[in-house]
């Protein structure tokens, strides 16, 4: 059981954190603390959504892993997305307790991949900012099940780091508000639509490697690592629709 100093500690780090990345490395952390293997950072997508990987914020899990999730479709069958969504509460359960303790059932393609990936004991907590955006947090391991005593430190930490992320984030919004050209958009846009360089270079009447230089600059612009994410937080801030 995490110790109120080690509490004290990992408060102590999120409170000095300046950057989403400085908060995410906290988190890590906290996971360690409390015996998980992984932590992921959701923002909520559209009710039609089926890619968990245009979701994903920041995260430790495979990439292997959400690629696997994401070719089988498995994000309409997860059965957890509206138990959590009706609480405010650090949602705790694992894959091998039986159907009336967890109190739902899992699909057996899901519980398979989660089994394979040693995804066996989670914690998830909806989180909500103040300008309306939804996010979701997640630790995912193989440790037993929490016990309530954790699972009320667990969620009062994540509660003070999403504050702290939630402040930077919506700081960072209102500074960068239209960071990007005209031009970076309508690459940004097209590929959300799941264009390719060479398909949006023919659109746009531009070479792929205009296209990519676009999209280089636009995924340092919105501190992103790839195009997924950058897409994700494009639609997230509504710089595009």
């Known amino acids: ?56 914020v920041e995260t430790t ?43 739902f059932a899992i699909p057996a393609a899901m519980e398979e991949l989660q089994r394979r990936y040693k995804l066996i004991t989670s914690v998830a907590m909806a989180l909500n900012s103040i300008d309306g955006d939804r996010f979701l947090l997640r630790f995912d391991g193989t440790r037993p099940r929490l016990t309530q005593v954790e699972l009320n430190e667990i969620g009062m930490i994540v509660l003070h780091a999403f504050d702290v992320f939630d402040k930077i984030r919506r700081s960072a919004k ?3 508000a239209g960071p990007l050209s005209s031009r ?13 360089s060479a398909e949006i270079g023919r659109i746009l009447s531009l070479s792929d490697h205009t296209v990519n230089a676009y ?13 997924t994410q950058l897409v994700a937080k494009a639609l997230r801030l509504r710089l595009i629709m």
Not at 184 to 196: F, I
């Open 215 to 227: 999209m280089t600059n636009a995924i340092k612009k919105l501190d992103c690592v790839n195009r």
């Open 1 to 56: 059981m995490i110790t109120l100093e080690r509490q004290s500690i990992l408060n102590s780090e999120i409170s000095t954190a300046d950057s989403p990345g400085e908060i995410f490395a906290a988190m890590k952390r906290v996971a360690h603390e409390f015996g998980f293997r992984h932590v992921t950072l959701f923002a909520a997508g559209s009710p039609d959504e089926n890619l968990v990987s245009r979701m994903i």
């Open 174 to 176: 209102t500074v960068g």
């Open 61 to 103: 899990l495979p990439s292997a892993y959400i690629q696997e999730f994401d070719r089988r479709r498995l994000l309409r069958l997860c059965p957890v997305a509206p138990i959590i969504s009706k609480s405010v509460l650090p949602y705790c359960w694992s894959l091998d307790e039986s159907e009336n303790v967890r109190g």
């Open 184 to 196: 970076e958009l309508e690459v940004v846009r097209w590929t959300a639509q799941g264009k390719t």
